[in-house]
């Protein structure tokens, strides 16, 4: 299965993919992730990703492209893969398409995770990362059950990302409304859309997911 998680930053795509790929056995291929590692690493696309991110604008198709090609050639993504932030416009949408024909697959659903944008504000302001694990915490939402402890691996170093502060934030919602909402009609008119209620709490998110996959098997 070719699964698709849309939603503006904040929804909580990347709390629902780990918690997917841990229950259906999917591997979780987020962009957002590939690019903060490549501009990490310091490599040429993550030189030129660095400061885009920072102005919280979308990085170039072309680099995105490249970047989501190379890792869903990897053997492992054969199980199945959920795309967490990809694809973010009709040209990704479009080269996505492309792809998977080449191996014979196509996309088996776009869930669209509904939201409004002032609660996005909130999410985004409070989240934090264990360093060890990549497990994902919200000070109010999702705290850690003891404070600075990750729940899963005990480390103790938690980090913040760089373009997780108001300003940019809004941005970031300004790009998906104009960029990546035409994706709805764009899946829509493809009958491949499905729409959860992305306000409920984390677990009543997980549960409509679980169900709309279950149905897809
Ligand atoms: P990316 O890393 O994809 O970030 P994003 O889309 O802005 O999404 P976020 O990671 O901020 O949010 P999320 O939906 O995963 O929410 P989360 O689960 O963490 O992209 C970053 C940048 O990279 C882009 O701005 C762009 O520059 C570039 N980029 C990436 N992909 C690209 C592409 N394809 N093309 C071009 N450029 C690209 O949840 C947020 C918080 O809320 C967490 O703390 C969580 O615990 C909490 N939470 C989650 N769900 C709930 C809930 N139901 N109730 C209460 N709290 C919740
Ligand atoms: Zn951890």
Not at 26 to 50: C, F, H, I, P, W
Not at 100 to 123: C, F, N
Not at 125 to 151: I, Q
Not at 194 to 208: C, F, N
Request: glycine letters at 10%; hydrophobic letters at 40%; a negative charge.
């Amino acid at each position: 299965a070719v699964l698709i998680l849309l939603g503006p930053p904040g929804a909580g795509k990347g709390t629902q993919a780990r918690k997917l790929e841990q229950e259906f056995g999917l591997v979780q291929l987020s962009t957002g992730d590939m690019l903060r590692a490549a501009v990490a690493a310091g490599t040429e696309a993550g030189k030129q990703a660095k400061s885009v991110m920072e102005a919280g604008q979308l990085v170039s198709d072309e680099i995105v492209i490249a970047i989501l090609r190379e890792r869903m050639d990897g053997p492992d993504c054969r199980r199945g893969v959920i795309l967490d932030g990809f694809p973010r416009t009709t040209v990704q949408a479009e080269a996505l398409d492309a792809m998977l024909a080449e191996s014979g697959q196509s996309v088996s659903a776009a869930i669209s995770l509904e939201v409004e944008d002032e609660a996005m504000i909130e999410r985004i302001s409070g989240r934090f990362t264990c360093a060890t694990c990549g497990e994902g915490y919200h000070d109010s939402f999702k705290p850690t059950r003891v404070p600075g402890v990750c729940d899963k691996c005990g480390g103790t170093e938690m980090i913040r990302r760089a373009d997780d502060n108001a300003e940019t934030v809004a941005s970031r919602l300004a790009a998906y409304h104009e960029q990546t909402e035409p994706l709805i009609r764009y899946y829509g008119d493809r009958g491949l859309l499905k729409s959860v209620d992305a306000m409920q709490g984390i677990e009543a998110v997980t549960r409509d997911l679980d169900a709309i996959v279950r149905d897809l098997a």
